[in-house]
């Protein structure tokens, strides 16, 4: 299931085929997709070659973010609003940022 992160990013999985051996096998690979929003502002190119197709991303699901950390679903949306402020204002910088998601694809 993809999620969408409200002015940041969308991560989902898309279905590629590779050649293993003899053999087709479709994997699911991990794509991350800023916001349009950032994109505009940031005057990026817009990458549309991906379509997801019908398929819905999920918006994140801050209550259970907060439960499994132990915090309010307010720090959770304050802690997401703030990344994601910080991210576009290294972007519009034009500074080296990297985004660490541990356990993703």
């Keep these: 299931q993809g999620v969408r ?51 819905e991303l999920e918006p994140l699901k801050y209550a259970k973010v907060a439960t499994a950390a132990s915090v309010s679903g307010l720090k959770v949306e304050g802690c997401t609003q703030g990344t994601t402020s910080l991210l576009s204002q290294c972007l519009g910088k034009g500074e080296n940022i990297a985004l660490v998601l541990k356990d993703v694809g």
């Design 5 to 55: 992160i409200p002015a940041l990013s969308s991560f989902d999985t898309v279905p590629k085929q590779i050649q293993v051996g003899g053999e087709t096998v479709t994997v699911q690979r991990p794509v991350f997709h800023l916001a349009r929003n950032l994109i505009v502002v940031l005057n990026l190119m817009d990458e549309k070659a991906y379509v997801p197709g019908i398929k």
